[in-house]
């Protein structure tokens, strides 16, 4: 934690322990000087102590959690505000204070009003809203006025000392001004617990579920506070379970205060698990699907932008209709577009889901995080299909080249070198019938020569391109290749047809390197070549019984051969355990290549 932050948590704790303290004094001292005829049941007096611990609890939440700081402060200046009738007692002979606190005593009423018009944003962003706290605000004013100007001992319960501050003894006008105070704040209470509740009853699920327990909370306050206003004005004492009911609605209030905004913040949440859903580019259609359900928004409409068309349209090609983007003015309509101003897209979502900007923030971002990595996982997919695309024509190429090199060495060089055999063969004939001993044993000596280059020509020119894998294809060349292997090697060769001629040529090769391999490393007696067509994959299996423990990084011809095997969209597999051979499987799909055998 930063010291900035830690700071100013120590500066609220400070501020909540304050206020507590205060709260606490005022409710026990008052309690303690209340004679015990006239004291309160302990159970009603713990209640009403436990309001105000409430709230400092609940400030100290939204403290963290809330969209501003405005939500906590109403709380703490709650519990300063929360005076039990009983301190009067305590406050009782000074006339200069008790007329202060009888004027503001009704002040933790316009407080709770207070938090729950500024529920959920924050603020006041409501004309009706600020109304209501403005004719709050002005009643509050006036009826301190005329408690400080008007009101005599009589007007608290106590023996009080006379109001320091009185100009005049009207009892009958500081009546009329208190209770119509207190009727106005019935009303204005009432007014805004049936405005909430006919907005929860008609409003979709994102707005029940932003809306929370808060109209309910405050219904029940405003009904309560409706009854005691009665029992006040006609000077009756109002009934102990009623009053109980009120306490439990005061203390509802700010908990349902905290218990929504978590409830929205577990809505931000959720679009994690949305990027999750999308982060590699889902479907339009699914991504819509996955939003409604993280917004709980059935209504929800995404409308993306088509560049071709220069318009929005939906997944299944509706363009959107300005016309009813908002038929019931009941939705909104939030663009989306990408930092350097391009347009994605317009989602069409619940109106009161405009109350939380971060959760939809929080979609926008997901929203192009979607598309961003969707694009770019195309065009990775583009690039990947391009090189493998290229590494094809390479290796074609190579095939092609080796070919055409073996092709001439046959040919071209080697039929030279045969035609000089036959002359040369010729010439040491004829020295022979003329009894040129040492010219006939020169000749014969260049024969030899001459026949040991034409043998490391022609292996060249196999292993450039075997002839016999050009003619007779994997059937013909692969016991070829096994019976020149030293190990001794059992071949099992599917001889249903050929296959493309890189593929051959590269399961050629592959087979040739693993056998040279056997040879070279395995310390094999024995060795197994299969090549088959599984499931329109070529699969060729080459297994010895030597030592194992194999690597693909042992050398540049694995890494080669598995260079080619990827390249015509091949797998390699090794297996060699220590002491137990080493067997390797290679597939190279076929895409339905296989050309059956001519009969």
Not at 256 to 279: P, Q
Not at 329 to 337: A, D, E, F, R, W
Not at 413 to 426: H, I, N
Request: with cysteine; glycine share 8%.
């Amino acid at each position: 934690m930063s010291p900035g932050r830690n700071g100013r948590v120590l500066r609220r704790t400070a501020i909540i322990v304050a206020v507590v303290s205060f709260s606490l004094f005022m409710e026990v001292s008052g309690f303690l000087a209340t004679p015990t005829a006239d004291r309160e049941e302990v159970s009603y007096t713990t209640l009403h102590a436990i309001v105000p611990l409430v709230f400092a609890a609940c400030a100290a939440i939204s403290w963290r959690i809330g969209p501003t700081a405005l939500p906590s402060r109403l709380m703490i200046a709650f519990v300063v505000m929360w005076i039990p009738q009983s301190f009067y007692r305590v406050i009782e002979d000074a006339g200069w204070l008790w007329p202060l606190l009888r004027g503001v005593e009704l002040g933790w009423a316009v407080l709770a009003g207070l938090i729950v018009l500024v529920y959920p944003r924050g603020w006041l962003d409501d004309r009706f809203d600020r109304w209501v706290a403005g004719i709050a605000v002005v009643g509050t004013f006036v009826n301190l006025l005329a408690t400080i100007l008007l009101a005599g001992p009589d007007a608290v319960p106590c023996a009080c000392a006379p109001n320091v501050y009185q100009v005049a003894d009207l009892p009958v006008v500081y009546g009329i001004v208190d209770n119509l105070y207190r009727i106005i704040g019935v009303g204005l209470a009432l007014a805004v617990a049936i405005r909430l509740l006919v907005r929860w009853v008609r409003g979709s699920v994102p707005a029940r579920a932003v809306a929370f327990l808060m109209p309910l909370a405050i219904l029940v306050w405003a009904v309560t506070i409706a009854a005691q206003a009665v029992s006040y004005a006609m000077s009756t004492t109002t009934d102990l379970v009623l009053r109980t009911i009120s306490l439990l609605a005061i203390a509802s209030i700010p908990m349902s205060f905290d218990a929504g905004i978590a409830h929205a913040r577990n809505m931000r949440g959720r679009v994690a698990d949305l990027m999750r859903i999308t982060r590699e580019g889902a479907d339009r259609g699914l991504w819509a699907e996955s939003l409604a359900r993280t917004l709980r928004d059935a209504s929800v409409h995404v409308y993306w932008w088509d560049e071709e068309h220069a318009g929005y349209f939906d997944a299944d090609g509706a363009p959107i209709d300005a016309a009813e983007a908002d038929p019931r003015g009941t939705q909104s309509i939030l663009p989306v577009s990408s930092p350097q101003g391009v347009p994605i897209a317009l989602i069409r979502h619940d109106r009161v889901l405009t109350e939380n900007a971060r959760l939809l923030d929080g979609v926008s971002s997901a929203l192009r995080l979607s598309v961003d990595n969707g694009r770019l996982r195309s065009e990775v997919e583009r690039t990947l299909q391009q090189v493998r695309e290229s590494r094809q024509r390479i290796v074609e190429a190579g095939v092609d080249a080796r070919r055409r090199i073996e092709r001439d060495l046959h040919d071209g060089a080697q039929q030279q070198l045969v035609s000089l055999g036959m002359r040369l063969r010729l010439a040491a004939n004829r020295a022979s019938a003329l009894d040129d001993a040492e010219l006939s044993t020169d000749l014969e000596q260049s024969i030899a020569i001459l026949n040991q280059g034409l043998r490391e020509l022609r292996e060249l020119a196999h292993g450039i391109h075997p002839s016999l894998l050009s003619s007779g294809g994997l059937v013909l060349a692969v016991p070829e290749l096994a019976g020149r292997c030293p190990v001794p090697t059992e071949v099992d060769v599917q001889a249903e047809g050929r296959l493309p001629e890189i593929i051959e040529s590269t399961a050629y090769f592959a087979i040739a390197e693993f056998l040279a391999n056997v040879a070279k490393h395995s310390q094999a007696t024995r060795a197994w070549v299969r090549a088959h067509v599984v499931d329109d994959d070529l699969v060729l299996v080459v297994r010895d019984n030597g030592r194992g423990g194999a690597s693909l990084d042992a050398g540049t011809g694995m890494l080669g051969i598995t260079d080619r095997i990827d390249a015509v969209g091949g797998t390699l597999e090794l297996e060699s355990p220590s002491g137990r051979g080493t067997t390797v499987t290679v597939r190279i799909p076929l895409h339905g290549s296989l050309v059956e055998t001519p009969t």
